[in-house]
């Protein structure tokens, strides 16, 4: 462990200036099978996203409010996987997983940022497709993309605003060592376990920002999907019931996988441990790799209009 000449009661100024990872599993077998698996995981991931949303640039019939929260879906995803998957291959080959504490600040910092804002642009999306189905006939005028803009450029700020306000007090703790990390990247509950200050105010902020951000963005979703659900029994025939539900499968799907994951390891009494468990390891594994590379397929496969707008692209290239 790197260190430097510090007091305790100078909390601007930390002895740690590394921490130590120690990585999904320590055993060489193991690592040598998981490398090609999440390095093919990350390179489809890379490449469905990228894909997706060049196509819905070059295609005019794209160009939707849906599908504009969708190519922001896919680039958020992006940032959100790269900010850990490049550094937790490079580590399958070190003996000593070792980041700076800058790196890791940053590590979390980007991570955070896109998780808080992938929970509010979830929360757009479901109010987009409440619209869509609750109030069609004014889909147009009220979604229209000044408002889509916005939507989405709130979305980014305050993920931005809230990761800075999560970030700053965590990692400007007094930190004396160990420094030891029980898990792959750095997780906030891991690293604040780690100071040797009193974690009363950082705790209370976090707990804010999940309760606010978190838990309020999950708040508007459910309120969105509970007009939709109310809606949809308004429709009189079956085939319009079903035909209004899937427009909206695709991002209940997303919904369920991204807050049914990282629920089930930010709730459990254990995640706040300094040794988590092997399954909320699996778990985070999850929601921070596969998930990225699930939600555009997801959408493609169940959008009829990605669907038309692939073969129309693929046969301008062919010909």
Known sequence: MASSSSTEGDRNYTSVTNFILVGLTDEKELQRILFPIFLGIYLVTLMWNLGLIILIRMDSHLHTPMHLFLSVLSSIDIWYTSSIGPRMLSDFFKKEKTIPFIACATQFFVLSWMGLSECCLLAAMAYDRYVAIGRPLQYSPIMEPGLCRKMVAAALETGFLSSLVLTAPSFNLYYCGPNIVQHFFCDIAQIITLSCSNLFVTQMIIFLV??????????????????????????????????????????????????????????????????????EKVLSVFYVIIIPMLNPLIYSLRNKDIKEALKRVLKRVIQ
């Not at 459910?222 to 085939?239: D, Q």
């Not at 990282?262 to 709730?267: D, G």
Request: aromatic residues 12%.
């Open 210 to 279: 999940a309760t606010f951000v978190g838990f309020g963005s999950l708040l508007l979703t459910l309120l969105s999907y509970g007009f939709i659900v109310t809606s949809i029994l308004k429709i009189s025939s079956v085939k319009g019931s079903i035909k209004a539900f899937n427009t909206c499968t695709s991002h209940l799907v997303v919904v369920t996988l991204f807050y049914g994951t990282s629920l089930s390891v930010y709730m459990h009494p254990s995640s706040s441990s300094n040794h988590p468990k092997k399954q």
